[in-house]
């Protein structure tokens, strides 16, 4: 006969990859809690019994550090520091069957799509009533929202449609009701993300929606801050920039991953759009919006790129000087179109060229900042670290861009918004003074 458990089930979910799989988690916790099942998030402490792992399939690096994770909990578990060890994500949804004979030890694998079948694990109900429901993993003043899964682009190195399917736009009304939740939990700024941002709509509407969702998000009370990640560039609909223009609440900032300006690349990339097209994009974008930042991500190191290649990467870049760039080295992806070429570039010269990218922009975001010395911003503050406030302006988003180090004995709230008059300039940070 078994004894019968003298602790209630703690669960703790820790994330890996990207925002959209931290939306994912935050979806699950408020599934668990309201099924009466304690939830933390990333516990340092082993002060829980059953580990949820939400792992990143995308590329090697991502998945060298799911598996760790994987493998670290699976050994708390074996040391009796655990019972249960289950593992969900894109990592699961894309190798479970090899997964599930490597590492014997994890409990059971769900994929990227799986939640209700998570929930019975624990022997609870996927409460349909809770659609939109999340229990926040971020600074509660800011929040990430999925405005769709998936994505319908064939780009060549890219995994993601495997795992995550093609392009499924939530509904406007349903995305409306997220958000307005959101802002009922003390959010102030919302970040929409998608595989594909400026896809949006094309599959439920027929045809691209974002603005008109932009101006929706626009209309509720409480919101601040709305900034866009990860559109794409071909076929871009310039309305998008109009919609920015006019509605004061969207910051006057763009994620527009590019992933290369030669032709030869964003050819093998399947990008579907040429340089001479980028470059008019560009112009445009500014030509509506002079003042807009637009952050963008290359690839380096994809099978067959020469120096050539990099060359005009690197005078692409200097001309027209991006506000913010990441560079990511290629990662050879199984069961894609780039898989078929050779990878033949070894690690270490895909990262010299990544740093010889890297090390053109960072001249140009130091004369950018140094441009904004006296200039007086708005400013959300984010944190406090070593005494001192941290915040960004709307031209930043979390993470990836520039912080603003903030000089002051006043006592400050997070997630309040101040004018800081900025005294001097980084590489990528900067750092100024509090004015009234």
Known sequence: MKSKKLHKDIVNITTLGCSKNMVDSEVLSGQLMANGIKVKHESEKPDFNI?????????????????????????L??????????????????????????????????????????????????????????????????????????????????????????????????????????????VKEIMLIAQELTYYGLDIYKERKLPELLNALCE???????????????????????????????????????????????????????????????????????????????????????????????????????DRVGVFTYSHEEDTDAYQLKDSLSQKEKERRAEEVMAAQQDISLE???????????????KREAGRYIGRTEFDSVEVDNEIIIQTKQKLNIGEFVQVQITKAFDYDLEGILVS
């Open 220 to 322: 509720i009370e409480g919101i601040e801050w709305i900034r866009l990640h990860y559109a794409y560039p071909h076929k871009f609909p310039l309305e998008i920039v109009e919609t920015i223009k006019k509605q004061p609440k969207i910051c006057n900032y763009l994620d527009l991953p590019l992933q290369h300006i030669s032709d030869n690349m964003l050819k093998a990339m399947k990008r579907h759009i040429n340089q001479k097209d980028i470059i008019e994009l560009i112009q445009k974008i500014r030509a509506i919006l002079p003042d807009i930042c637009i952050r963008t991500t290359f690839i380096v190191g994809f099978p067959g790129e020469t120096k050539q290649d990099i060359k005009e990467l690197i005078q692409f870049i200097k001309d027209t000087k991006f």
């Open 77 to 186: 578990k074996e040391q009796g520091m655990l019972e249960k060890v289950y593992v969900t994500g894109c990592l699961s949804e894309r190798y479970r069957n090899d997964l599930e004979e490597e590492i014997p030890g994890v409990d059971a694998w769900f994929g990227t799509m799986e939640l209700p079948n998570i929930l019975k694990a624990f022997e609870a109900d996927y409460k349909t009533e809770l659609i939109g429901e999340r229990i926040l993993s971020t600074p509660s003043h800011y929040a990430y929202l999925k405005i769709s899964e998936g994505c319908n682009r064939t780009c060549s190195f890219c995994a993601i449609p495997l795992m995550r399917g093609k392009h499924q736009s939530k509904t406007i009304e349903a995305i409306i009701k997220e958000a307005t939740l959101l802002v009922q939990k003390g």
């Open 368 to 382: 950018k900042n140094e441009q904004k010395i006296g200039k007086i911003f708005k400013v959300i503050i984010d």
């Open 51 to 75: 580990s949820i792992i939400n792992t990143c399939g995308f590329i090697d690096k991502a998945k060298a550090e799911s598996i760790q994770t994987i493998l670290e909990h699976v050994q």
